[in-house]
């Protein structure tokens, strides 16, 4: 790459792993923070009810914002909302408010992921399994120093300082704004994006990533709680048992991406990722914590080859000057797909226990390998 690459890769990269580092030093640990001011079970369902549904509503939106605007502007008003917010979570222990606060999260998170994946999509459309693995394998260390860092600041200080600090940093990174390259804004009709992703290839990718992504929902409802009461972990243990899956993912990414690139069958590595992930998902619920460990890496090497192998698909399934909106459409797809899980794997970890939501969702993983080696004209995204 020539150095101006390099240089706006590296921002690229940047920007994403600062942001996952702010958002995993309290993501992860807000159910403990909620029981603590008093919200019911049934209050702290309708706060992450309402974070998935913004999550939904907002993708496509958020992804044709980015094709229609400067998606620097889009990314400076995502971290002032999820800073604004914070610090409004901090002040506050009444629901309302709070539910206020989340949902101005959830719409600045989503903006913010979307609006910098379709900036990354724009500016290097070539290279993409190498570029994406880099990119994916960066957010991936911010997401382990976030964990690692967060369960280390809530185990020495609380929430409520916690909070305020992630908040300041979310507002400094509003600066990148003037960095950041800018994208050539485009106008097209909705009926263009709807040509675009109602194609069999298209649907055929979007509905295997829904049904991927229906063990998000199950972890957004069980992987904590698991860690906690099942595990006995504290915070700071949890930071550092969620820390080091983040690493694996990251190092998946960045191998998987470079693999891609040189031309291995993407097909091979789609099975391979859905066998490790499925496979990890089982075996982490067996309550010994080195071997549960050991099975959680294998999932994050599993869900880290699966992540670059998406953003693979998004750039050879779309033109580039409509990659935000469509990029959207497929991050709606997931999204819709975590929701679903979450709807489903919620009230089975609520009756059997913490570890059957994680085991089921992984059989499920298992039984997507035959979508990837049987249907091959369907997928002929990468070819």
Not at 98 to 125: C, E, H, I, M
Not at 172 to 195: C, E, H, S
Request: aromatic share 18%.
């Amino acid at each position: 790459m020539k150095n101006p690459a390099s240089h706006t890769l590296y921002l690229l990269c940047s920007l994403s792993a600062a942001g996952a580092f702010a958002l995993s030093t309290t993501a992860f640990f807000m159910p403990v923070y909620l029981k603590q001011i008093g919200f019911s079970g049934q209050q702290i369902g309708v706060l992450y009810a309402v974070l998935s549904i913004t999550s939904i509503v907002a993708s496509f939106p958020s992804g044709l914002a980015s094709d229609r605007f400067f998606a620097r502007d889009l990314i400076a008003l995502a971290l002032f909302l999820m800073g604004t917010s914070l610090f409004i979570k901090s002040e506050t222990s009444l629901f309302p408010i709070f539910l206020g606060a989340y949902l101005a999260y959830g719409l600045g998170q989503n903006l913010f992921r979307v609006s910098l994946d379709a900036l990354l999509f724009k500016t290097f459309p070539q290279g993409v399994g190498k570029i994406y693995g880099i990119f994916n394998a960066l957010r991936m260390a911010g997401f382990t120093l976030g964990g690692v860092v967060g369960g280390l600041l809530l185990g020495r200080f609380d929430f409520v300082f916690t909070l305020k600090l992630v908040s300041g940093l979310y507002l400094i990174l509003i600066f990148y704004r003037f960095l950041l390259p800018k994208n050539v804004p485009v106008k097209f009709g909705l009926k263009r994006y709807w040509f675009d992703f109602w194609k069999p290839r298209v649907l055929f990718f979007a509905l295997w990533l829904y049904l991927f992504y229906l063990h998000w929902g199950a972890e957004f409802t069980s992987y904590g709680l698991f860690l906690r009461e099942n595990l006995g972990l504290s915070l700071s243990g949890m930071g550092f048992y969620m820390a080091s899956e983040f690493a694996t993912v990251g190092i998946a990414s960045y191998l998987m991406g470079n693999l891609l690139h040189r031309g291995v069958s993407p097909y091979f590595i789609a099975a391979l990722g859905l066998f490790c992930s499925g496979i990890g998902h089982m075996g982490m619920v067996i309550e010994n914590l080195p071997v549960s460990l050991f099975f959680r890496l294998i999932h994050g090497f599993g869900d880290g080859t699966i992540m670059v192998l998406s953003y693979v698909g998004i750039a050879k399934l779309f033109k580039v000057e409509r990659i935000g909106g469509n990029s959207g459409l497929i991050t709606f797809a997931i999204m819709l797909g975590s929701f679903t899980g979450a709807l489903i794997f919620g009230p089975l970890g609520e009756k059997f226990g913490y570890g059957w939501p994680l085991f089921v969702s992984g059989l499920i993983t298992l039984l997507l390998i035959p979508f990837v080696l049987l249907p091959k004209k369907a997928f002929k995204f990468v070819d």
